[in-house]
């Protein structure tokens, strides 16, 4: 179940309408501002429009969604990653990232506070305890906590996590900055790979032969490649790296050598595939970016079967 079915049977049982009644006022919202907003934002309007308020209950972490300003969501502490300084446009402070779990899904945590963060570097916060959030923002699929949040340590029990990344299958065009996205998809374009070196050390970038860390190191060479794709409700330009590239179809000697690169090309254009990812903004250009993480090929028995149960279930 996505987050906007869970949103909209949400705001049926609180309203007491029909999911079918939910649904169709969500579209004419959209059509009345143009399609401008997702479906999830849409949703959110026609909560408020008819007076259902989520900003003092709690949810599921597979029921937020992008744009929610008042957040409360209950889960296990499964990562925390170091705290890190920043020093942006002459200010200063501390930046302190965790993933949050419960047996729904999982989320980034991003904690900019510094009484926040003080329960992480004092170790009353850490990893495996039960945490409470309320009051936070969704920001680019995070919640992010400000000083006007709250993050404590809950007595109340979360079994059986989700720990792996969950991605949300959907059409391109309703996907927003921030989603894990499934997409099933046609491969339109692919342009020529760019290559970089990094530090055998770290896997950081490396320039001229240096990493910033471990100094003079023989770089390993690796390759970013660029794609477009489609799934009929619209294209995106798609970044692979890594493994991924090699999922795609390209082994290694093939994306290294430009000759057999375009050899290869010509075979898997027109592919259509499962790809998994996440939706990036790209504020250069003020369009969306599909960095994608997994690939897998599509199992036409196991499609068969699911428009079968389409058909009899119409």
Sequence with gaps: MDNYTQLVERISKASGLPIEDIDRRVEAKRAKLSG????EGAAQIVAAE??????KERMKISEVVQGMKRVNVLGKIVNISPVRSYNKNGREGKVCNLLLADESSNVKVVLWDTNHISLIES???????NAEISNAQIRNGEIHLSSFADIRISNEKVENVVT??????????EAQPGQNLK???????IFDP?????CPECGKRAFEGECKIHGKVEPKKRALLNLVLDDGSESIRSVLFGEAINKLGFADEEIFLMEKFYEK?????????????IIKSNTLYNTNEFNVESIEDLNVDQLIKELEVKATTA
Excluded: C, M, P, W
Aim: aromatic share 16%; hydrophobic share 35%; no cysteine.
């Design 194 to 198: 760019r290559y970089f070196e990094v």
């Design 164 to 173: 792996s990344k969950t991605f949300s299958e959907r059409k391109i065009s």
């Design 123 to 129: 170790g009353k916060l850490k990893q495996g305890d």
């Design 265 to 277: 090309k010509s075979f898997i254009l027109g592919e259509e595939k499962y790809f998994f990812g």
């Design 183 to 189: 997409t099933r998809a046609v491969i339109v374009q």
């Design 36 to 39: 401008l907003v997702s479906k």
């Design 50 to 55: 008819l007076g259902i308020n989520f900003e």
